[in-house]
């Protein structure tokens, strides 16, 4: 990252941490609009980051908390820094920080006499694991003064998306340097996305509002995120867009720093929520259509296109984008020989392509996800005030 983007600074009139992510993220409120900031900190080691954390959430995000002395007490102990470490991924199965989520005891972590307080304790294992994931994960990144990696991942995504004209569908993102809470602060902003979410919503609901015009914007997502390698894109990191009758005709991302996104891997078979495949095994799309604007942008992307995503990503990185985007395109020219109506105008989207997908014939697609699958996010938390 060989740029830094100096931000005019605005009145802000509140800040509030949303927890329960990968990054610990920021939300502002300010007569100029809400936008979300998450923070590149100064790169520490494992154990000055940890200490960090807990004071950064007792001084901000619970500075009134009454468990702050026993827990920081027992943060001394090498056994539970030890555990903190080793906490491990809430979407891996069997990791110690499933089984502190299933059980709620924060025992299981070496922490006793807290009982009147869990639901303080819980937020805080959120965000002092996603100080940790992110000074992990920072080996990753070119910068090693700030902890880039997520930052990388959210500029080089907005990068791909305005090269295939989906950056409608994304936020606007901003690498920063900013004022915030009394301290200068470097950082990804994010604008606020419209539109609204669908995880209270039942699969009978959902699949009511779903509209044709729906599946051209998911299977333009389905697309986007193999190239980049994304693997976050669910149903709880998008909202939805109603038209005037109220149903469902596209989809606004707001997450875009997935871990996953511009790994050394060619291609990624695994998906969320038990997605298939988006290439199946006669190697074309595994979709019944695209939207045809989005499909003439990426057949005509060349590998100079993609120069500027060398002050993001190192070599192999590089590599393993072009091999996924390479492998994507060569789906795309096997769909288009297949289906003389693959490539689809805004018009040409019909509730038999909807149909389609919904009945499983292309496996379990994102649209099919959408309707199916949801799950909650953690709560929120207030932030520190000057």
């Known amino acids: 990252m060989k740029t830094v983007a100096v931000l005019t600074s605005f009145p802000v009139v509140k800040l509030e941490h949303i ?28 154990d000055e980051t ?8 007792f001084d901000g995000v619970e500075p009134k908390s009454l468990i702050k002395d026993r827990v920081l007490a027992a943060l001394q102990y090498n056994h539970v820094r030890e555990k903190f470490f080793s906490l491990g991924n809430k979407a891996e199965e069997g990791s110690l920080f499933n089984r502190y989520l299933e059980s709620n005891d924060p025992t299981i972590l070496g922490f006793k006499d807290i009982d009147e ?10 965000f002092v694991s996603a100080e940790i994931r992110a000074q992990r994960m920072n080996i990753y990144a070119n910068n090693k003064e700030l902890e880039t990696f997520g930052a990388i ?27 915030l809470a009394c301290k200068i602060r470097y950082g990804i902003l994010s604008s606020e996305v419209m539109g609204e979410s669908i995880c209270k919503l039942t699969p ?7 509209s044709p015009l729906l599946l051209k914007d998911m299977s333009s997502l389905a697309i986007f995120d193999a190239i980049c390698g994304d693997k976050d894109h669910t149903p709880n990191n998008y909202h939805v867009v109603r038209n005037e009758g ?16 511009f790994s050394q891997l060619s291609y990624f078979q695994k998906l969320p929520l038990g997605v298939a495949p988006l290439i199946n095994e006669d190697g074309a799309l595994n979709l019944v259509g695209v939207d045809e604007d989005f499909a003439n942008r990426l057949q005509t992307i060349e ?78 938390r207030s932030y520190d005030k000057c």
């Open 117 to 126: 307080e869990k639901d303080i304790f819980r937020p805080l294992v959120f």
């Open 19 to 46: 927890l329960g992510y990968t990054n610990n993220v920021v939300r502002i409120t300010s007569p100029e609009g809400v936008y979300y900031f998450k923070e590149s900190k100064e790169h520490l080691s494992l």
């Open 204 to 210: 009978r609901e959902r699949l009511a509002k779903t």
């Open 50 to 57: 940890l200490d960090r954390a807990a004071k950064e959430f």
């Open 303 to 380: 590998e100079k296109d993609l120069e500027p995503l060398n002050d993001l990503l190192n070599e192999d990185e590089m590599k393993a984008l072009l091999k996924r985007l390479a492998k994507v395109k060569s789906a795309l020219e096997k769909s288009k020989k297949a289906n003389p109506n693959f490539l689809k105008k805004e018009a040409d989207w019909t509730i038999d392509d909807l149909r389609e997908e919904l009945m499983g014939n292309h496996g379990k697609s994102y649209i099919k996800s959408f309707v199916d699958d949801c799950y909650y996010p953690e709560g929120k």
């Open 246 to 261: 109220g149903l469902f005709v596209g989809i606004r991302s707001y997450d875009n720093d997935s871990p996953s996104a």
């Open 153 to 179: 991942r959210s500029l080089g995504e907005d990068f791909m998306a305005k090269l295939l004209g989906f950056d409608y569908a994304l936020p606007k993102v901003e690498f920063v340097k900013m004022k």
